[in-house]
């Protein structure tokens, strides 16, 4: 099935050895066993699923299938992969390197990606691929919405989060009826689940609402998952983050609101004359104007006001997915409890009812286990020789 060159890049390299000590004597390889096959005796959802294996040159093999767990953690030992990946269950998986013959039936547990850089236009703390405790708040915010969506609006029951080792945070949900929908099922889901759609920054404007009016109201569903996002707002993106304490990002917050160009203009002239004005306290202001706005106001003027307000709150914490990895169930994800090439952490699962306590920055590394295991064994260091 496989050429032994193929797994070249593993095979001589002595940085490989960590990685394959870590294979024989840390991964929970049983677990994954487990949790894909749905069960003790091997089935299709674990002997047709396709593997894929990224090697120390830089070489991902794909299309990699096996009868036991036993024979996956073999393979991953001998070639020495920096990390491997899962895919999706094939009615008749090839045989060969070469390219499918001809379109297969595919099965796969529909999965989420969500990617802090999304969040680069409203962070203020990091940027790029860096994350830290501040930040990490944006990814809980969007696992609490995406918990009581998956669970509460479309049932789902066996969910997974995993910490994706670096900057961001996967999903895996394996019920039966997730892991059968077709490539045109999830696409409707993720369009269900993406309320941003292709406005997820501060410059764009999303269409959150079931027209143009901003008098529509939000869908209930909408309202119910992110009934905890008020709250998370005032304190991450008004507290932590301090997001519009520059000038470019409160001028792009008052261009969002629609009190009209003397309400606009009024916050502004304030603010120019007290530029060290907190966040936190540019939107007691704005709740002060909108309470303030004069009587000749009228009704729907001041609830279109609320309303962008929301709208605001909204844009600025409602997950923002990473749409390609969910639409197509022939898309590779990093398996749960690999090691993250870059940063050497473990891609660890995360407990969605704690994970405003979660800290990306203690998230154990590679080297970590391997020291610890060679201390308990009374031979510091010697796993990482």
Request: a positive charge; glycine letters at 6%.
């Amino acid at each position: 099935m496989e050429r032994a060159s193929d797994y070249d890049g593993g095979q001589c390299d002595p940085a490989c050895k960590p990685l394959r000590l870590y294979y024989t004597h840390v991964y929970p390889f049983k677990a994954l066993f487990l949790w894909l096959n749905h069960g003790v005796a091997p089935t299709s959802l674990f002997t047709k699923r396709e593997f894929a294996m990224k090697l120390s040159n830089g070489r991902l093999i794909r299309r990699q299938f096996f009868q036991t767990v036993e024979q996956l953690q073999k393979r991953l030992c001998q070639c020495g992969a920096t990390r491997f990946e899962i895919g999706a269950i094939y009615d008749d998986p090839p045989v060969a390197q070469s390219s499918f013959s001809a379109p297969q039936r595919l099965r796969k547990e529909f999965v989420i990606d969500i990617d802090i850089t999304a969040y680069d236009d409203i962070r203020t703390c990091c940027t790029g691929k860096r994350i830290c405790r501040r930040c990490w708040g944006f990814l809980a915010a969007a696992i609490n919405v995406l918990e009581a969506s998956l669970r509460l609006q479309f049932g789902y029951k066996s969910i997974l989060w995993v910490f994706s080792g670096q900057r961001g945070v996967h999903c895996w949900v394996s019920d039966d009826s997730a892991i059968e929908l077709k490539d045109a099922h999830r696409h409707a889901a993720l369009g269900w689940l993406d309320v941003l759609k292709n406005a997820k920054g501060l410059k764009t404007s999303p269409a959150i609402r079931r027209s143009a009016d901003l008098n529509s109201p939000l869908h209930p569903m909408i309202r119910f998952a992110t009934s905890k996002i008020p709250c998370n707002f005032n304190q991450l993106i008004l507290t932590t983050q301090d997001a519009f304490a520059w000038e470019d990002r409160w001028r792009c917050l008052l261009g969002k609101l629609s009190g009209g160009s003397l309400f606009q203009s009024s916050l502004a002239a304030a603010w120019e004359a007290e530029p060290e004005r907190c966040s936190l306290d540019k939107w007691d202001d704005i709740l002060a104007e909108a309470k303030d706005l004069p009587g000749y106001v009228s009704r729907p003027r001041r609830i279109g006001l609320q309303k962008s307000m929301e709208d605001m709150v909204l844009q600025c914490m409602y997950p923002r997915l990473d749409v390609q990895v969910s639409r197509r169930s022939e898309h590779l994800l990093k398996a749960p409890f690999c090691v993250h090439p870059d940063t050497g952490r473990i891609c660890v699962p995360i407990d969605p009812s704690t994970v405003e306590e979660f800290n990306p920055d203690s998230v154990p590394t590679l080297t970590d286990i391997l020291e610890e295991i060679s201390t308990s064994q009374g031979e510091p260091g010697c796993l990482g020789r």
